[in-house]
């Protein structure tokens, strides 16, 4: 039998919201209205007209915003694009989502994930979307409205952490890292670098881990105090977010212990110059790694490469494990690596590094070994050989090492400088846009580099 919604209707009263980073003053901020249909609350601004921003109305596109980060990048980004003279929409999964949107036009879905796809194709329809803009590409919700976009001819506009870091977020197209539509062929970067102007050095960004930390509490915090207002909502990540605040309570117990542990292992290793090759570790939860690689989490990546080490690495070297900086420490990955390496008799020669800089320790390595991360490209961007486990977009001749892992302990060879430089420029020119997601100077500048490459004029780095 057919589920039946009830149409409720009601209005909200107005009210001045200095929070939302002043984009409304209170005498524009219009009434709400507010109903139900097919799982979806609609919590809608009938009063708002084009101008209310000082926005022009020439090339008005209709957005629609998925999942965004933890925090308040996507609610800053729908003020940005609203400013530019675009109709914004932002669909919300769970609590967290809407405590950080606070803006007109949210659309709460409370269907299943079974439901979503016929609930999206609605919402385009009847909204009249020309894009959807989403975080990460890899969350069920938003393959299945890929999926849907794709057969409508929707444009899909997907945000990540950036290709190359630090100080850089993707913005691509249709599809970011194994999904992105960017060649694999070294000659097409040369060619194609060799037809643009150059680029100033950009100015690095601050960014803050309690920031960022605080924003994934508050979004998790909000998320399980909602959840009977989310009866259908399913998160991509493998963790109840109280298992995960029990982690990161753990990890933070430990911090300067951790901290001294790292800082003590990294004097040693330029006090005896000893030849060392990274692996940094990524997620387990990483969609990279359980979608774009052949390993179903980290531990199995772990194993590979300990064996190989054990068996092809020269007499002397040594491998440091790096974790990666937001781990939430719900499983203890120093506990792994070590027992993996006592079993394939090298644990004398394995160092865990649970706290410390990844671009200072990257500098010295004889070379890394990555899954996929964008780590990868840090590497390469200071001459130093890498070997891809994974797919990835750098992953190809003349930047990475082609032979496989076995032969790259002995064979591996630096990258070639020219076509990074071109991949580089190239990346700059259709994927990455400057700025960040953890301080105030960051998300500004993110926010107006995307809605400059939205509208077709794209800025020049700072």
Not at 100 to 117: F, K, Q
Not at 174 to 189: A, E, I, K, M, T
Not at 207 to 229: C, H, K, M, P, Q
Request: glycine share 8%; charged share 25%.
């Amino acid at each position: 039998m057919a589920r039946r919604y009830r149409r409720k209707v009601f209005k909200a009263k107005t009210k001045y919201r200095p929070d939302i980073d002043n984009a409304l003053p209170a005498r524009l901020i219009p009434r709400r209205t507010a109903y139900t249909t097919h799982g979806i609350d609609h919590q809608m601004n009938a009063e708002l007209s084009p101008g209310l921003l000082g926005e022009h109305t020439g090339n008005q596109r209709r957005v629609m915003l998925l999942q965004g980060l933890m925090g308040p990048f996507f609610r800053r980004l729908g003020i940005g694009l609203r400013r530019s003279g675009h109709v914004v929409y932002k669909v919300n999964f769970n609590g967290g989502d809407q405590a950080y949107w606070r803006l007109p036009n949210g659309l709460s879905y409370r269907g299943t994930l079974a439901e979503w796809p016929d609930a999206f194709a609605r919402l385009l329809d009847t909204h009249a979307i020309t894009d959807v803009m989403l975080f990460g590409d890899c969350r069920v919700h938003h393959m299945a409205a890929l999926e849907v976009c794709r057969a409508r001819g929707v444009t899909i506009w997907v945000f990540e952490e950036g290709y190359i870091r630090p100080d850089w977020v993707t913005m691509e197209i249709g599809g970011v890292n194994g999904h992105s539509q960017l060649s694999r062929d070294p000659r097409w970067y040369r060619q194609r670098a060799a037809a643009l102007p150059p680029v100033a050095e950009h100015r690095k960004v601050p960014a803050s881990f309690r920031r960022r930390a605080t924003e994934g509490l508050i979004y998790n915090a909000a998320d399980v105090l909602t959840r009977w207002r989310y009866p259908g909502w399913q998160t991509h990540r493998p963790w109840h977010p109280l298992v995960e605040g029990m982690g990161w309570a753990r990890k933070l117990a430990r911090k300067n212990e951790r901290k001294r542990q790292g800082m003590a292992l990294l004097e040693r290793l330029q006090k005896t110059d000893a030849a060392y090759y990274l692996f940094p570790l990524q997620l387990d939860s990483d969609a990279q790694i359980r979608l774009h690689s052949p390993f179903a989490g980290i531990v199995e990546a772990m194993k590979m490469v300990l064996e190989s080490f054990a068996r092809h690495a020269p007499a002397g070297t040594r491998l440091v494990i790096k974790e990666h900086p937001l781990d939430n420490g719900v499983r203890d990955w120093q506990f792994e690596a070590e027992t993996l390496a006592e079993q394939f008799g090298v644990l004398d020669r394995v160092d865990y590094l649970a706290w410390g800089d990844i671009e200072a320790i990257a500098e010295r390595a004889r070379g890394m070994v990555t899954v996929n991360s964008t780590s990868g490209t840090l590497a390469l961007a200071r001459k130093v050989p890498v070997v891809v486990l994974g797919k990835a977009v750098y992953d190809m001749a003349d930047l990475t090492f082609q032979g496989g892992l076995d032969r790259f302990w002995t064979e591996a060879t630096p990258p070639d400088e020219a076509t990074f430089a071109a991949f580089q420029r190239v990346l700059i020119d259709t994927s990455l846009i400057p700025g960040g997601f953890f301080s105030e100077e960051a998300l500004d500048k993110v926010v107006k580099h995307a809605v400059a490459r939205f509208d077709g004029v794209p800025l020049p780095p700072e």
